[in-house]
């Protein structure tokens, strides 16, 4: 089970979020003074597009994405019966990290900066969505006025009218992650680097990766240590099948998720 239910019948899961923001993409617009047509936002627009497109391009099933204007959340809820969910999104975060920066880095661009961070998260179900439209295209289809070929094209196409993202409603992770990297570098996240919350490792940390340096951030109620990413070797991580990462329940109760038995 990856659900764990409180006294007032609010079901939770243990979240994992990976956050990254370009660095410097609101000063390109600045410097452009919010023009339109002046070349350096023409530039950062395109700098935005590359970037969306990039990030994307690392999403599956399994490693969902949402980008955000200049920002993208990658993530997804741990598993209670094996860390295996825990090693493939950590490494495909870490790789979409090392990606986008291999391209900013090609465009002459400062890069983006990563917090990967780990917490609670309340499900919440989707609100219902209106049902006007859909109405709208059985009403018509239903007096002949279009085909059934135009009917499934229209529903395929259609936009919807608002966005709902359940899996980052109420998501602990998401707000660590996202808050830590907004400290930037007077909290200690600076540069384009990758953050990684140490609540995902025993103590001390598995050998197969390297930090440069830890980052005891306290801020807003949260407190966490991260660790500065320098380096992984994930064929020796697979061989030893990922030992050194925490198991969901350790890292659950260490959370306050879970009592101590």
């Not at 920002?71 to 860390?83: E, R, W």
């Not at 975060?93 to 780990?118: D, L, Y």
């Not at 830590?180 to 384009?192: L, P, V």
């Amino acid at each position: 089970m990856s659900k764990r239910v409180n006294r007032k019948g609010y079901q939770f899961a243990l979240a994992c979020v990976a956050w990254g923001d370009l660095l410097g993409y609101g000063s390109m617009i600045e410097s452009a003074r919010f023009y339109p047509s002046d070349r350096k936002t023409i530039r950062a627009i395109r700098r935005l597009k590359t970037f969306q497109k990039t990030a994307m391009g690392e999403a599956t099933r399994s490693f969902r994405s949402m980008p955000i204007n200049d920002g993208v959340a990658f993530f997804c809820d741990l598993s209670y019966k094996s860390n295996s969910v825990t090693a493939d999104f950590l490494k495909r975060s870490i790789q979409a990290f090392e990606k986008i920066n291999r391209v900013e880095k090609k465009a002459n661009h400062p890069g983006m900066r990563m917090v990967i961070s780990v917490g609670p998260r309340a499900k919440i179900a989707r609100p219902r969505r209106s049902t006007i439209h859909l109405r709208s295209i059985f009403s018509r289809l239903a007096n002949k006025i279009i085909t059934q070929r135009h009917a499934v094209n229209e529903a395929y196409k259609s936009s919807p009218i608002a966005g709902f993202v359940p899996a980052l409603q109420a998501n602990f992770a998401f707000t660590r992650a996202y808050l830590a990297e907004s400290a930037g570098s007077k909290k200690g996240f600076n540069g384009a680097n990758c953050f990684i919350d140490m609540n995902l490792f025993d103590n001390p940390p598995p050998t197969w990766i390297t930090f440069e340096s830890m980052n005891n951030w306290n801020d807003r109620g949260f407190k966490a240590v991260f660790g500065q990413y320098l380096k992984a070797n994930w064929i020796v991580a697979g061989q030893g099948f990922y030992s050194g990462l925490s198991g969901t329940k350790e890292i659950a109760f260490r959370l306050g998720m879970e009592k101590q038995t």
